[in-house]
């Protein structure tokens, strides 16, 4: 990471993500804070469902087309370019909160938005060659502190709606707006590259919208063809429908407690929590597979983590639901960590990009349908012991199935 850290180029790549990634957690929280702990608006569960899909479906409907635009333009183009347009966007969208809007203008507006961060991750992930010869530490360092970026980001604009006490349509607008200084100046460095520093390089192969539909449903198959890759991504779908679940629990719990600011500081204790399980299970994961192999300790994270989910869960208490926060973190990263260790082991490598994009299709997905189902299904309080149930006897059941599964041991 040093070596890394020295070279220019890689610094102010670096630079870009964290600025860009800092203003998502920004928005995000504003928008969270909007859509769920605005008294003026109230949503119901279904439109936070809708809001989730907005944020989160372009990421699975785009992101496997956005390398077909990203092997044409410049990417330090697209870079400055979509920071600006995000900023201006952002601005329309404080607009919307500021004026009361709920409806079709606000949800494509954070639409436009969303997508357009797909090309953004996808741009600074094509870029990294271009400024890092070592990859896997350049991809470790990016992603691991992109993430801690957008936490950030989250948390600061929690603070900054609790210090200033505001709660209405104005309040929530600011923080919102606040998002478009982070774009500004992640646009601002990008802009330091030359034009073509970035790429894509001449002479690169150039594949058009018809042979991304073709790769992949082509790493559909291969993933077919490869037993421990289809139970790995069977395990990691039943891990996002729970997660789905929990995800809306949480937030209608702590919506239904405090209404207000205090109602998205609790969902912020929980999203922290979460956040520390995952940095343990990164840490603890490789050890763990080593000693034990991926199996036992997939079987283990979700046999033993869907148990503490349903006993913290049930008492419906602020202190047990952040708990569960952290469980779910913990038990979420290390079973992905395995997941995606089984897939770049039994996936061949000139089709591992198609099967990682229908990877990316999947969870995103599968996390959307549960967000979909659930609110038609959970109380407006979240309160409902047969959901926190039904979680455990999921994960239980998934860990039964892991430990007789074909992966890697």
Known sequence: ???????????RLLATRLSAQFGDGVLQAALAGTVLFNPQRAADPVEVAAAFAVLLLPYSLVGPFAGVWLDRWSRRQVLVHADLLRAGLVAVLALLVAGGSAGAPFLLTGLALFSVARFVLSALSAALPHTAPDLVPANALSTTSGAVATVAGGAVAVALQQAAGTTGDAGYAALVLGAAVPYLLAAALAAGF?????GPDEGAARPSARQVVAGVVAGARHVRARPPAGTALALITVH??????????????????SPSGEGLLGAGMALAAGACGTLLAA??????????GTARWVTLLLGVGGLLLAGLGLPFLPATVVLTGAVLGFLGQGVKICVDATLQQVVDDDVRGRVFSV???LVNVSYVAALVAAAHLLPADGISPPAMVAV???????????????LPR
Do not use: I, K
């Open 283 to 292: 840490a603890g994961t490789p050890a763990a597979v080593r000693r034990l």
């Open 194 to 198: 030359p034009r073509g520093a970035l």
């Open 240 to 257: 996002r429908l729970c997660f789905g679940l929990v995800t809306l629990v949480t937030l209608l719990f702590f919506r239904g407690a």
């Open 392 to 406: 455990g006897a999921a994960y239980v059941l998934a860990a039964l199935y892991a430990a007789r599964s074909p």
């Open 359 to 361: 990877y990316d299709m």
């Open 1 to 11: 990471m040093r070596s890394l850290l020295a070279r220019g180029d890689f610094r």
